[in-house]
């Protein structure tokens, strides 16, 4: 995974597969770490399936035995000598929290979280997600609620004309903040 | 700089066009693999060049999705077209440069783009 971002998409999949309707969604960004959380209402997991998670010989599906998503995280986020934390509840939800080091050579970028976002609406329209990302002292905020209630409850969120327009905007405000131009958190 | 209040006119126009949208049965489904192999070889601008070339041509028949691992993750990224009454197509390495010419062989005028198959990466 080349970017923050790819690992975002990949994860908050999981959310989804675990039956999720809210995913809250944060992205801090500072000079000395990089720090995002995915917390979900999903089915959580039992304590033994926790103890196993980042086992790539962990996994839910049936295609084949192994499961990457979460080792590649990991992977990723220890390298930079961060790390990676996941809690969950069966029944609950689950909260994974990676934290990366940006001064580290192998960090990777944080990527096109516009893209992401785009593709998790997209893939699961009737998803409620609640996104903040942070830079600094600066942040931008969205939620699909706030996107209903000026689109109506018929039309959805992954009709091309709509999600085309969501991605042109979350790159607009992704832009304005990565200027430090958003507003002040 | 965009407003939220501009998906207003969004729900507007969809709403007076919503009959010239074709039923059910007959749609043609683009189908994107969307898991840890799939976003990892490139998945998500492919699909972005997907809807975009869709929504260009105001294909209403056609609907794009997303799935989990196919199974040929080396292949990935990986479209699968559905067009009702034939057989499915696998569309395998695929880049956002191979969209336009999938969409407008493929799903305009239905002819299947060969050299994209997986029949000839295999």
């Known amino acids: ?185 | 700089m965009k407003t939220l209040a501009e998906l207003q006119a969004i729900r507007d126009r969809m709403r007076s066009q919503i009959d010239l949208r074709e039923a059910g049965d007959d749609r043609i489904r683009v189908v994107v693999g969307m898991a840890t192999c799939g976003i990892a070889a490139g998945a998500r601008p492919v699909l972005n060049a997907l809807l975009e070339e869709v929504n260009k041509r105001e294909l209403k028949n056609v609907t794009v999705s997303q799935t989990g691992c196919i199974g040929v993750c080396r292949l990935e990224p990986i479209v699968e077209v559905y067009v009702p009454g034939q057989e499915k197509v696998t569309y395998v390495k695929m880049t956002p440069d191979k969209v336009a010419s999938i969409v407008s062989e493929h799903l305009v005028n239905g002819r299947v783009v060969e050299e994209y198959t997986i029949g000839a990466a295999e």
């Open chain 1, 1 to 185: 995974m080349k970017e923050i971002a790819l690992h975002i998409l990949d994860i908050a999949q999981n959310s989804i597969a675990a039956r999720a309707s809210l995913i809250e969604l944060t992205l801090s960004e500072t000079r000395e770490a990089i720090v995002f959380t995915i917390v979900d209402n999903g089915s959580g997991m039992s304590a033994q399936l926790l103890a196993r998670v980042t086992d790539p010989f962990t996994t839910t599906r049936t295609a084949r035995k192994m499961g990457l998503g979460i080792p590649l995280l990991r992977m990723a986020a220890e390298q930079t000598g961060g790390s990676l934390t996941i809690a969950s509840t069966e029944g609950v939800g689950t909260t994974v929290t990676a934290l990366f080091h940006p001064g580290h050579i192998d960090c990777p970028p944080v990527g096109d979280m516009a893209g992401t976002i785009t593709l998790l609406l997209q893939g699961t329209p009737q998803l409620e997600l609640h996104y903040i990302h942070t830079i600094d002292n600066h942040s931008f905020q969205l939620t699909t609620e706030d996107l209903r209630a000026q689109l109506g409850p018929e039309i959805s969120l992954a009709e091309p004309e709509v999600i085309l327009w969501i991605r042109d905007y979350l790159q607009e405000q992704e832009t304005l903040l990565r200027e430090h131009k958003g507003m002040k958190a």
